[in-house]
């Protein structure tokens, strides 16, 4: 059985950070693409992050770009996501995801092969 769970979320003020983790098991974790995707309430799942099966390529959303990095150790077969000068419309359910393809700058939450239940990221003004 796949699992995904994810921690490290909470509440911050603006210009914080926090480091979301991703633990899986039940796959073949090199073999998957890590990705971090947020919703906020009432929006659509937006995506956050991707990671490369080996960490060699990493892409990010226009939103975060800078600010959040995500990475990968294939060792312990987790993801994270560090997340650096928070905004308050980073404000929203962080979810990790895994899928076998590479999707370039294209990642879509329903192409997903498997999800995390969520950590709530909320940063204060």
């Known amino acids: 059985q796949v699992r995904l769970v994810e921690s490290g979320g909470g509440l911050v003020q603006a210009g914080g950070s926090l480091r979301l983790s991703c633990t899986t098991s039940?796959?073949?974790?090199?073999?998957?693409?890590m990705a971090w995707f947020r919703q906020a309430p009432g929006k659509e799942r937006e995506f956050v992050a991707a990671?490369?099966?080996?960490?060699?390529?990493?892409y990010s959303g226009d939103s975060v770009k800078g600010r959040f990095t995500i990475s990968r150790d294939n060792a312990e077969n987790k993801a994270y996501l560090q997340m650096n000068s928070l905004k308050p419309e980073d404000t929203g359910v962080y979810y990790c995801?895994?899928?076998?393809?590479?999707?370039?700058?294209?990642?879509?939450?329903?192409?997903?092969?498997?999800w995390g239940q969520g950590t709530q990221v909320t940063v204060s003004s």
């Open positions: 995801a895994a899928d076998r393809s590479w999707y370039g700058r294209r990642w879509n939450a329903p192409d997903m092969d498997y």
């Open positions: 039940g796959l073949t974790f090199t073999t998957y693409a």
């Open positions: 990671i490369s099966w080996t960490s060699g390529t990493a």
